[in-house]
């Protein structure tokens, strides 16, 4: 159902009006607590830690950057699907998809795809080094213990390149185990999709936590392209094999040690434009960490190693795997006020490539690794009246000449309950190894792309209570050398060019309550992405839809939990010269959890349930699927 210019302004209006209840509510919320404590209400969780945002635990109403958290509760929404469909459930996001899971995706935020927003496994940077995205469709949710999301770019002077559009950090399941408990589960759903998995979660009274688990998902999915004949015609399935481990270990009262690793081995079936039979990719994906940590008194000293992999391989086409290799050395001393950040990090990024395709001429990378070598250095101050977070940190890059990053915020405590704040941050992207040296049949190298440069500054009001929490923010990016993948006709090759210019603006609202037994809440996102300068000055960049928006509202009780939904996503244009677009769609969905007994879960969930025919990607005449009405059931039992 798509909606017209109408209904999206009505959606934008509903989803403002129910923010606005703050000014009066949050008015007598002083008047009501000892209320709502005698009645023994639930309360929203405002004293949530996250990492991401300072590198340090910080409490979330203390960060500057917008955050947003997917904890372990939330991700049980997503069991048999993965990070991709978690993170596009929340602010901002938007993706692009060549089907359903599995499938060639790419998402958005803020204007930024996710080349320029950093992904992080346990610390280690994740994503392919060939066409610069991670891929995050292949991540199970059933293996994460959360998901920490910081808007904008803030973490550039924190964690070098790729963080212009914002981080997000993805741990491990078992990240903080408080007993011993085992679990098994088993769920199925639509398109003849079933999954099982096992975890177990081990604590000792020394401190020592171990935690395993594993799991399957198999579907026989949907056709990923429209209007196919032929061998395309057929479903396009997936099957995954998933394993995360998670231990730490005290030696003594101050020094901790520890590893973290997760991965997964998938198959998925495509449509091959040349209509060949039993067309799929084999992909590995992961990352595995290790780390040895000090803390005594005001000094925490941190020292982690390790790695990432992304491996594909085109069953009709090449193989491409990329590794980085990663150290850093993290140490925090507390200051009598605030606290001192400073550190240094080792990055080695390499890509190889399996030419299976030589009849369509040699397939190669000129160079095909890079070495960085950083230093960084951050203040942090929290006080009941203010919060200050200064950060600096300088990137030398084996390709390009060194580069500087700093950011500088600050928030205000207007009163108990409301901050007002402000930041500025610059940012930046290096050129993927693609974008610069591979020579294929389809692209055509460019080895004098210059470094995408960005500045970029927020501001924003935000109000917590008992009962919500609500955030107004304003956010604008002048990117320099904006780096896109240009189409040549002539030759039907691919290259990549900097955009001189463009400007990311806009601002995003979110307001979530908790009142009682009932949840609800809203979220609305405007992004203005636009190009300054070129054959298409004035026109939108291209699958950045300028409405995002959510509405959702929820129950819980002792034994069961309802939530239900509508999410929306407005036009995006599909040509550089905004001359095509694809409409806009709203999607309900409704999902649940009943608590059978203490050991036993029952969760479920229906995805558009109005049936809505849309689309996330169509281009040169080619629409990509997505699908209809759908379903998933699992349960999960659980010994303690």
Not at 64 to 74: F, G, P
Not at 459 to 481: A, P
């Amino acid at each position: 159902m798509s909606l017209p210019r109408s209904s999206s302004n009505t959606f934008l209006r509903l989803c403002i009006l129910s923010a606005l209840g703050v000014c009066t509510l949050n008015a007598t919320a002083a008047t009501t607590d000892s209320t709502a404590a005698n009645n023994e209400l639930p309360e929203t969780e405002l004293d949530e830690v996250v990492v991401t945002a300072t590198r340090t635990p910080t409490k979330v109403n203390n960060t500057i950057a917008q955050t947003r958290v997917v904890d372990s509760e939330e991700l049980k929404r997503y069991q048999g699907q993965t990070v991709l469909e978690a993170i596009n459930h929340q602010p901002g996001f938007s993706i692009k998809q060549d089907g359903s899971i599995g499938q060639s995706s790419n998402f958005y935020i803020r204007g930024y795809d996710s080349k320029r927003v950093l992904i992080l496994i346990d610390g280690v940077r994740y994503g392919s080094m060939s066409n610069g995205q991670p891929a995050l469709g292949l991540l199970p949710a059933d293996q994460i213990d959360r998901i920490e999301i910081i808007y904008g770019a803030s973490g550039s002077s924190i964690y070098g390149s790729d963080a212009m559009g914002g981080v997000i950090q993805v741990f491990t399941k078992g990240n903080n185990v408080e007993q011993t408990n085992f679990s098994v589960t088993a769920g199925i759903g639509s398109n003849n999709q079933y999954t099982y998995g096992a975890a177990a979660q081990l604590a000792s009274e020394t401190g020592a936590q171990l935690s395993l688990a594993a799991s399957h998902n198999q579907t026989d999915g949907i056709s990923a392209i429209k209007y196919q004949t032929g061998n395309n015609k057929d479903e396009d399935g997936y099957e995954s094999d998933n394993f995360s481990i998670n231990a730490s270990v005290p030696l003594g009262d101050n020094i901790n040690v520890g590893a973290t690793g997760l991965f997964s081995k998938s198959t998925t079936e495509f449509d091959d434009y040349n209509n060949v039979p039993g067309a799929e990719i084999d992909q590995e994906n992961g990352a595995i960490s290790a780390f040895s940590e000090y803390d005594k008194d005001n000094l925490t000293l941190r020292l982690t190693a390790g790695g990432s992999l992304d491996k594909l391989d085109n069953k009709v086409g090449d193989e491409f795997e990329t590794t980085q290799k990663q150290a850093n050395l993290l140490s925090i001393y507390r200051l009598p006020t605030g606290q001192l950040q400073a550190g240094a990090e080792w990055l080695k990024q390499e890509v190889d490539i399996n030419d299976n395709t030589p009849s369509n001429g040699n397939d190669s990378y000129k160079i095909n690794d890079r070495t960085i070598k950083s230093g960084f250095l951050g203040y942090q101050l929290n006080k009941e009246a203010y919060d200050l977070q200064a950060n600096v940190r300088l990137d030398d890059n084996s390709q390009f000449d060194s580069e500087t990053t700093y950011s500088l915020g600050y928030a205000a405590k207007l009163a108990p309950s409301l901050r007002l704040g402000t930041s500025f941050a610059t940012g930046y992207r290096a050129p993927s190894l693609n974008d610069l040296y591979i020579e294929s049949a389809y692209y055509v190298p460019n080895e004098n792309l210059e470094v995408e440069k960005s500045k970029n500054l927020e501001v924003f009001i935000e109000s917590n209570s008992d009962l919500q929490t609500t955030r107004l923010t304003g956010f604008y990016s002048r990117v320099k050398n904006l780096i896109s993948n240009e189409y040549d006709p002539s030759t039907f090759k691919y290259q990549a060019t900097n955009i001189d210019q463009a400007e990311l603006s806009g601002y995003s609202l979110t307001s979530d309550w908790q009142i009682s037994n009932v949840l609800f809440g809203s979220q609305y996102t405007y992004t203005n992405a636009e190009e300054l300068s070129g054959a298409n000055k004035g026109k939108q960049l291209v699958y950045r839809p300028e409405h995002t928006g959510l509405i959702y509202v929820g129950y819980q009780a002792s034994d069961f939990d309802v939530r239900a939904e509508a999410k929306y996503a407005g036009k995006v244009y599909n040509s550089a010269d905004n001359s095509t677009f694809i409409d806009d769609y709203t999607l309900f969905n409704i999902s649940g959890s009943y608590y059978v007994n203490p050991n036993l879960t029952l969760t479920s969930r229906v995805e558009n349930l109005t049936n809505e025919d849309y689309t996330t990607n169509e281009d040169f005449g080619t629409r990509y699927n997505q699908d209809g009405t759908s379903y998933f059931t699992s349960l999960t039992y659980n010994w303690f």
